[in-house]
């Protein structure tokens, strides 16, 4: 089964080549869809260099930045594979994983997984952003009636015919909450698997800040009452 990439960048020249590197080497067979979301560094100018004579790889450009969540719905418009799966260019998610995340899948067990940084090694997690991911997880069970430990994880695979089924609208990071609120209130079981997590900090250019959890906390009310 091929399973399709999607790799949101937004000023991510530092890391890129490297991730990319690490996402080629993973020996399952593969696409990869890198959107650079109007990025203002060098971002465009290298996938563009890391894709010229693949035919694995893909390479979308927004003329304005849109957001995280926007990426994901223009890569997932290209996704040729069966499964697909959102992978972060910050190399805080190993793709080393893949296998883990994509094999429940694969072999027709479950269609949902989320990989969970609380049951994997990690390190490098703000304190107040654990706690609040803690918090976001623990409204997304109750609200739910589930049973996951990591909701706001970068890391969800899923048949690619599902995560067009949800027709996603967030541009921003409460894609997260909104894809894991549609994939439950459609009846899918979350299968949760552990995966390595080595966070970047703020000086490093980590863009997920701790007002945003508000946000999230509307967009899963949103999603349990209204959607």
């Known amino acids: 089964m091929l399973l399709s990439v999607i790799m949101p960048c937004y000023n991510e020249q530092a890391t ?28 465009y100018k290298i996938l563009c260099e890391l894709a010229d004579g693949d035919d694995r790889m893909t390479v979308i450009r927004h003329p304005q930045n849109r957001g995280k969540g926007a990426a994901v719905r223009s890569g997932l418009t290209r ?17 080393r994983d893949f296998h883990d995340l994509v094999e429940p899948i694969a072999t027709g067990r479950v269609n949902v997984v989320f990989g969970s940084r609380f049951l994997g090694k990690h390190t490098g997690m703000y304190f107040w952003n654990a706690i609040g991911n803690k918090g976001l997880t623990f409204l997304t069970n109750f609200l739910f009636n589930c049973w996951i430990s990591d909701m706001e994880t970068c890391y969800k695979a899923m048949r690619t015919d599902i995560m067009r089924d949800l027709r996603l609208e967030s541009n921003d990071f409460r894609l997260e909450p909104e894809i894991t609120a549609k994939v439950l209130k459609r009846g899918h079981r979350i299968f949760e698997v552990p995966v390595t997590y080595l966070g970047r900090t703020y000086e490093e ?23």
Do not use: C, H, N
């Open 16 to 43: 890129l080549a490297a991730i990319i590197e690490k996402v080629r080497a993973v020996p399952i067979d593969k696409e990869i869809i890198a959107v650079d979301d109007a990025s203002s560094d060098e971002t």
């Open 79 to 95: 996704a040729r594979g069966e499964i697909v799966i959102v992978q972060d260019a910050d190399l805080e998610y190993d793709p």
């Open 205 to 227: 250019g980590k863009k997920m800040k701790p007002s945003q959890g508000f946000y999230a906390v509307v967009a899963l009310l949103r999603y349990r009452l209204w959607d």
